[in-house]
């Protein structure tokens, strides 16, 4: 399978500075950067969705012309010292192969460790290991407050504004189009402001919410909803009897329809009153099935650790 052509947030990605919505300052500042053929430490901060990534990879692909002279890591599983000394240090140590920089970009950049920030402060200045300092790091970060400010000293830093309804519509009418998916115009309207500032949020639902060609918002929530209520009574009532039943029940569901996990544990976390240890564990899997190949496992296992962590506290909670 072409993960490109089945994920549409792929598929119809931007792949020119021209395609992508962003405020004048932060275009006229970018294009600068390509007409001048040179760039500085970039540092893209904003909300989710609002094209901090899909610029960071624009420029990436500007600036270089081969795999040897790019480096893509997500800090949300690259955080720590290791990586930091085993993967981006030894990536600057050598020139660039055939391109005019390499480059790094760190995506979701606000989940390094301080150590990890630390260990990169000094390299990226230091032409001993930044060789001639022709590798340039792009961070992408959803929240400044999270990153030290002898990182954000080093770096020109852009505030990305969520991305106007009235564009995301166009953009989510001429997928439908292009995918020959018929639909209800009202659908389009509650799609964005149910999932708004979000962009990737929006167009990953869109996918999963078509069903024979018809996109149909209601019946995508219902969906949601469904799987939602089943999973939380689950986790929350802790009826090891009804346990086996529920979770053939979630892996069926799952498995003939396209739900969305992580939008399942995000209606659970905002319209549920679900417990602190629930509360712990969903939070630390909502970023985490993008990058594990069986997702109906992965959710399930989820389900199981909210179980027996709620079980651990209630142990504790009467000693």
Not at 110 to 139: C, S
Not at 166 to 190: A, G, H, P
Not at 228 to 255: C, G, P, S, W
Request: hydrophobic share 40%; proline share 3%.
């Amino acid at each position: 399978m072409d993960i490109q052509n089945y994920l549409w947030v792929a598929k119809y990605r931007p792949k020119q500075l021209d395609d992508i919505v962003l405020n004048n300052t932060i275009k006229t500042a970018v294009n600068s950067f390509i007409v001048q053929d040179n760039m500085p430490h970039c540092m893209f901060i904003g909300k989710p969705g609002t094209g901090k990534t899909t610029l960071a990879l624009i420029l990436m692909n500007h600036f270089t012309n081969n795999d040897n002279d790019r480096l893509f890591l997500n800090a949300s599983d690259d955080r720590g010292i290791q990586s930091m000394r085993d993967i981006v240090i030894e990536f600057m140590k050598t020139p660039p192969y055939s391109s005019r920089y390499k480059v790094v970009v760190m995506d979701e950049c606000d989940n390094l460790t301080n150590d990890a920030w630390l260990i990169i402060r000094n390299p990226i200045e230091n032409d001993q290991i930044n060789a001639d300092y022709l590798t340039r790091f792009i961070f992408t970060a959803n929240y400044a407050n999270k990153i030290p400010d002898f990182m954000k000293s080093r770096c020109a830093v852009f505030e990305f504004t969520s991305i106007p309804k009235s564009i995301m519509i166009d953009k989510i009418r001429y997928i439908l189009s292009n995918e020959n998916i018929s639909y209800e115009e009202e659908d389009l309207v509650n799609l964005v402001d149910y999932y708004y500032p979000d962009f990737r949020a929006v167009i990953n639902n869109l996918q999963s919410m078509c069903i024979n060609n018809v996109f149909s918002f209601s019946t995508g929530i219902e969906s949601i909803s469904t799987l939602a209520e089943l999973v939380f009574n689950t986790i929350e009532n802790n009826n090891i009897d009804q346990l086996k039943y529920n979770i053939t029940q979630i892996r069926n569901i799952m498995h003939t329809s396209e739900v969305n996990p992580i939008e399942v544990i995000r209606y659970i976390l905002n319209e549920k009153d679900v417990s602190l240890s629930s509360y712990i564990v969903l939070n630390r899997y909502m970023n985490t099935f993008n990058n594990v190949i069986d997702k109906v496992a992965h959710f399930i296992a989820m389900i199981y650790e909210c179980i027996l962590f709620n079980q651990k506290i209630g142990k504790l909670s009467c000693n």
